[in-house]
């Protein structure tokens, strides 16, 4: 499998488009579709972990005195 960890959100989100296409075509061999299958759950785990990432930096503010706090939305 190729190594995606270094790609940006929205390339990784493009190839699982492909995937995704390429599997509800339905004329893909099992062996390839599985194949494909685990590529976009490497993709998705890659995601997921940008999201997270952005989601913990968005989270901080910075106080005038240069304090770093954590910002918590109330659900």
């Not at 579709?33 to 940008?50: Q, S």
């Not at 952005?54 to 989270?59: F, L, N, R």
């Amino acid at each position: 499998m190729e190594n995606n960890e270094n790609i940006s959100f929205e390339e990784s989100l493009e190839k699982l488009e492909e995937i995704v296409l390429k599997l509800e075509n339905g004329d893909v061999p099992l062996d390839d579709a599985i194949e494909e299958f685990n590529k976009a759950m490497h993709l998705v785990k890659i995601c997921d972990d940008k999201l997270k990432s952005a989601e913990e930096s968005i989270a901080k503010l910075v106080k005038e005195n240069g304090e770093i706090i954590d910002f918590n939305v109330e659900e």
